[in-house]
């Protein structure tokens, strides 16, 4: 069983950062993606921004664009640093593999197939 575990998520005030990170307890080697998503309680989740791990190639909702960005920082491990936070961005940030797939694939953020446990992030004004 694959385990993921994220961690780094706090309250910060409108304008702060913070950086999440996530260790993956297998080895990505190639054609695999790590992403980060979120959920707002209510809402459903969403994909904040992806990395695909051949050729490291990165993607971001529009809505973090600019703001956030996604590091790999070995094959098994991720980061998301988040500057310029808004109250909007206050979520459950949730780390996220899919192993095998395409690029396009990454980009949608879709069918991610392991889940870390969710970190906080709450952003006050």
């Known amino acids: 069983q694959v385990r993921l575990a994220d961690s780094g998520g706090d309250s910060v005030q409108t304008g702060g950062s913070l950086t999440l990170s996530c260790a993956v307890s297998?080895?990505?080697?190639?054609?695999?993606?790590l992403g980060w998503f979120r959920q707002i309680l209510g809402k459903q989740r969403e994909g904040v921004a992806s990395?695909?791990?051949?050729?490291?190639?990165t993607y971001y909702a529009d809505s973090v664009k600019g703001r956030f960005t996604i590091y790999q920082e070995n094959g098994n491990a991720i980061t998301l640093r988040m500057n310029n936070l808004e109250p909007e961005d206050t979520a459950m940030y949730y780390c996220?593999?899919?192993?095998?797939?395409?690029?396009?694939?990454?980009?949608?953020?879709?069918?991610?197939?392991?889940w870390g446990q969710g970190t906080q992030v709450t952003v006050s004004s």
């Open positions: 996220a593999a899919r192993w095998g797939g395409s690029r396009d694939a990454c980009e949608a953020f879709a069918a991610f197939s392991d």
């Open positions: 297998k080895f990505c080697y190639a054609n695999c993606c």
């Open positions: 990395i695909y791990n051949s050729g490291g190639f």
